[in-house]
């Protein structure tokens, strides 16, 4: 009785937070179990400063419902908003200009990237690739860093201009595999392992709800385009085009 | 708990956030009153729900730092210790693959742990469901794409123990998918693709670097600068192949529930 009475005196604004975040701390659990039992049953050691987890997990949990949220009311509304307006200005080469500043500008400034090029730098120098001075370092990592953000404007102009003549996905990224391997023949050793990391680390968390929106938003709005054949597969460019151009730039640089 | 340097180490996050994101807002901006030259709809609802994906971003970014990542790395590292693995201190000069079990498990369940969580995969999963009108399930979908993950993290460290080269994988792989892409049904292929690039981002990936660094740093042998690097390419190639796997084998039990149904009908 207590509890219907209670059900009732709640706002739906408090009830659908309060869905919001049981469904954060459902996402979050299995991290929680698996470290849980890894420490206590594997290397049976007691949890350090078990406060500070506890603080850290109800910060994640609150963050990861707050994003979701955000995704719901911001991120997927401007791509979709964004891709309505660009097809209704019917204008191709503002579209895919759009596209390619969109993969190029959210890549260069992305801190894994910037980390992971400093540390490709570290090893060319290792492997007496490059000069061992820093600036033949410094421009080393720049020139990864500007071909991996510029791998990834191409990749989404590429992928929007599929969406917009309706080319099958499988053709493009089989063809990008198979010159992926023939690369791998040919490339500097050093080089390859970064290479097929550089696709992974990419698509940053922000970048990969608004390309989703603005493929499905396109693929909405072109006539005989279907939104789950058509609208998806942008990701997949973006985080292809990386490992060719990676394993390019080595080439051209060490060759 | 000291909050001072909580509260530096928050507003340095939201500031990198902020960072990240100003790009899109400039790009969007400037389309906006140069291009398209239109007022946006809904622009109140929009800036408050970017200001929400950036402060909850913040929130998660600054929690994982505080709680799951030290500990993670830390754990990446016991585990690959040679101590721990070989229950003495004395060197080894060879790796013997069989005793890094505990590695391979914890690579598997952290894989499928973190990909559970991470926020990019939620996002791709939400516009799936909402595309397919629900004949994609949100859960359905991260599920498969997080086993992909923990079979891609567990080869991987296998890969590292073993020391073979990581393109006969890679190559492996992508026969794999090539052979599946011809069979799987093509409305699902994109998706599939799309699935492998976003299971590696703020989560997953600080997390699996450790483990990459962290074991090659102490198998006999192995050069952290060569074999460390891969298990993130292992990430985003492994969901490829469950998610398209998945959809064949829904197709497949389809396709004999139709069949039996079928013959049931004749007999009658």
Not at chain 1, 226 to 245: H, K
Not at chain 2, 75 to 92: H, K, R, T
Request: glycine fraction near 10%; hydrophobic fraction near 55%.
């Amino acid at each position: 009785m207590t509890r219907n009475k209670m059900t009732r005196m709640l706002s739906p604004v408090f009830l659908v937070a309060l869905k919001k975040l049981k469904n954060a701390f459902s996402d979050l659990l299995p991290i929680i179990l698996v470290i849980a039992f890894f420490q206590l049953v594997v290397l049976r050691q007691p949890l350090p400063q078990l406060g500070e987890i506890i603080f850290g997990t109800i910060l994640v949990i609150i963050g990861l419902s707050l994003f979701v949220q955000g995704l719901e009311m911001g991120l997927f509304p401007i791509g979709e908003t964004m891709a309505h307006a660009l097809a209704r200005k019917g204008s191709v080469f503002w579209l895919l200009f759009f596209s390619f500043a969109l993969g190029f500008s959210t890549t260069v400034a992305e801190p894994a990237l910037i980390a992971v090029s400093q540390e490709a730098a570290d090893i060319a120098m290792q492997g007496n690739l490059i000069n061992s001075d820093e600036v033949s370092q410094k421009n080393y990592a720049l020139g990864l860093r500007l071909s991996v953000a510029f791998s990834v404007g191409i990749a989404i102009l590429i992928g929007v201009l599929r969406i917009l003549r309706g080319w099958p996905l499988h053709y493009l990224i089989i063809g990008g595999y198979v010159i992926v391997m023939l690369l791998t023949t040919i490339a500097p050793i050093e080089i390859i392992g970064i290479a097929y990391d550089a696709g992974g680390v990419t698509t940053s968390t922000i970048t990969v709800p608004l390309v989703a929106a603005l493929g499905v938003g396109l693929a909405s709005v072109i006539k005989g385009r279907s939104p789950l054949v058509d609208g998806f597969g942008l990701i997949a460019f973006a985080s292809l085009m990386p490992i060719i151009f990676v394993m390019g730039y080595g080439l051209i640089v060490f060759g | 708990m000291n909050v001072m340097t909580f509260l530096i180490d928050f507003s340095e996050i939201l500031i990198a956030t902020c960072r990240d994101v100003l790009p899109i807002i400039v790009l969007i901006t400037g389309f906006q009153l140069l291009v398209l030259r239109q007022p946006i709809p809904h622009l109140r609802r929009l800036i408050v729900g970017g200001v929400f994906v950036i402060i909850g971003l913040a929130l998660f970014l600054a929690g994982l730092e505080k709680a799951l990542f030290p500990l993670g790395k830390l754990m990446a590292e016991q585990l690959s210790d040679p101590a721990f693995i070989y229950g003495s201190d004395a060197g080894v000069a060879h790796a013997d693959w069989k005793a890094y079990g505990w590695i391979y498990l914890f690579g598997a369940m952290i894989g499928f742990a973190t990909t559970i969580a991470e926020p990019a995969l939620i996002a791709v999963a939400y516009k799936a469901n909402e595309v397919s009108a629900g004949t994609i399930s949100q859960w359905g979908l991260r599920i498969t794409v997080a086993i992909g993950v923990a079979v891609g993290i567990s080869l991987g460290t296998f890969r590292i123990v073993s020391g073979t080269p990581l393109y006969i994988y890679i190559l492996a792989g992508y026969v794999i998918v090539v052979i599946q892409t011809i069979f799987a049904p093509k409305n699902i292929i994109s998706l599939a693709y799309d699935s492998g690039g976003v299971t590696t981002s703020t989560v997953t990936v600080p997390l699996v670097a450790a483990l990459g660094l962290g074991l090659s740093a102490s198998v006999p042998g192995r050069n952290p600068a060569l074999d460390g690097f891969g298990l993130i390419a292992f990430a985003s190639l492994f969901p490829i192949i469950t998610v398209l796997g998945y959809a064949q084998w829904v197709q497949w039990s389809v396709n004999r529930a139709k069949k039996s149904l079928k013959e049931d009908n004749h007999a009658i």
